[in-house]
T-cell receptor, first 110, second 115 residues
Framework: GQQVMQIPQYQHVQEGEDFTTYCNSS?????IQWYKQRPGGHPVFLIQ?????EVKKQKRLTFQFGEAKKNSSLHITATQTTDVGTYFC??????????FGAGTTVTVRA | NAGVTQTPKFRILKIGQSMTLQCTQD?????MYWYRQDPGMGLKLIYY???????DKGEVPNGYNVSRSTTEDFPLRLELAAPSQTSVYFC??????????????FGDGTRLSIL
């Protein structure tokens, strides 16, 4: 079945630094979504990428979808304490169902 | 607009007991989902529904049952609780999917422990 792998599993970042989390699929995706889950909270939708090579920005967050539509990345610049949480990518190949990666849990050192 | 509402928020069950996790949404979404999230893991799809009267299995359906009698409600039933079902359960919903897919809206979750 479809598998979505995410690396790294944990990311410890100094406040103000940049970091990137990566998402890879074993199959071609029709779209990819990113979610953020704060500690003790529920996943919250951030963005969706549909087109090959697509790049979208949300303030300090930059999302990319690979040319082959098998991988994606999330890059955060100038990390802040509000960025703490777990970031999930989720890919769709079949109707209705998302396949979630295991997530990257981000902690920030002030 | 409440979005997706899950009850209860917390529950402790004994092995072999049964219970129903409730989920209701007020966004008139066609699609609804049940996920479980184990510590340090992603979300695993248990069951999903594309509309009232239609349900289908996800990745990890064993030990669970669902029904979808209305657009709003999608309860998840555990018949014989087992320790392996200790987890956080999330219900989610989304609009009818177009080619690009639609974002899922999640409830706050039910934290279930089975002892």
């Amino acid at each position: 079945g479809q598998q979505v792998m995410q690396i790294p599993q944990y990311q410890h970042v100094q406040e103000g630094e940049d970091f990137t989390t990566y998402c890879n699929s074993s199959t071609t995706l029709s779209n990819i979504q990113w979610y953020k889950q704060r500690p003790g909270g529920h996943p919250v939708f951030l963005i969706q990428l549909v087109k090959s090579g697509e790049v979208k920005k949300q303030k300090r967050l930059t999302f990319q979808f690979g040319e082959a539509k098998k991988n994606s990345s999330l890059h955060i610049t100038a990390t802040q304490t509000t960025d703490v949480g777990t970031y999930f990518c989720a890919g769709t190949t079949n109707d209705y169902k998302l396949s979630f990666g295991a997530g990257t849990t981000v902690t920030v050192r002030a | 607009n409440a979005g997706v509402t899950q009850t209860p928020k917390f529950r402790i069950l004994k092995i072999g007991q049964s219970m129903t996790l409730q989920c209701t949404q007020d966004m008139n979404h066609n699609y609804m989902y049940w996920y479980r999230q184990d510590p340090g893991m992603g979300l695993k799809l248990i069951y999903y529904s594309v509309g009232a009267g239609i349900t289908d299995k996800g990745e990890v359906p064993n030990g669970y049952n669902v029904s979808r009698s209305t657009t709003e409600d999608f309860p998840l039933r555990l018949e014989l609780a087992a320790p392996s079902q200790t987890s956080v359960y999330f219900c989610a919903s989304s609009y009818l999917r177009d080619r690009g897919g639609q974002p899922q809206h999640f409830g706050d979750g039910t934290r279930l422990s089975i002892l």
